[in-house]
Nanobody, 128 residues
Framework: EVQLVESGGGSVQAGGSLRLSCTAS????????MGWYRQTPGNECELVST???????YYADSTKGRFTISRDSAKNTLYLQMNSLKPEDTAVYFC??????????????????????RGQGTQVTVSS
């Protein structure tokens, strides 16, 4: 069974840091596209960062320079180090992947067919 489980969310003040983790199972993690996304309080989906062997690492403009994505293949875990957090970073953060023949494809914002497997998410709240 394909499974993604996030952890590490919480409440911090602006300027603080958090590290999110996403533990994966049921698929070949090291070869898979992985991404962090967030669902804002207004229920908008936003791409945060992605990592893949083919395309490398991508960051949304809003997170560039503050967030760092990484993966530990030995632990089947994806990370998101978030520094200099801002109130506008408040959201439910979830990790997602593109696994052939597993699950229905979902869009995120204007990005169609963005992922088809995702975790439940972890809440990040940044206060001013």
């Amino acid at each position: 069974e394909v499974q993604l489980v996030e952890s590490g969310g919480g409440s911090v003040q602006a300027g603080g840091s958090l590290r999110l983790s996403c533990t994966a199972s049921g698929f070949t993690f090291d070869e898979s596209y992985m991404g962090w996304y967030r669902q804002t309080p207004g229920n908008e989906c936003e791409l945060v960062s992605t990592i893949s062997r083919v395309a490398g690492i991508y960051y949304a403009d809003s997170t560039k320079g503050r967030f760092t994505i990484s993966r530990d293949s030995a632990k089947n875990t994806l990370y998101l180090q978030m520094n200099s957090l801002k109130p506008e970073d408040t959201a439910v953060y979830f990790c997602a992947s593109r696994i052939p023949y597993r699950g229905s494809w979902r869009s995120c914002g204007a990005r169609m067919y963005e992922y088809n497997v995702r975790g439940q998410g972890t809440q990040v709240t940044v206060s001013s």
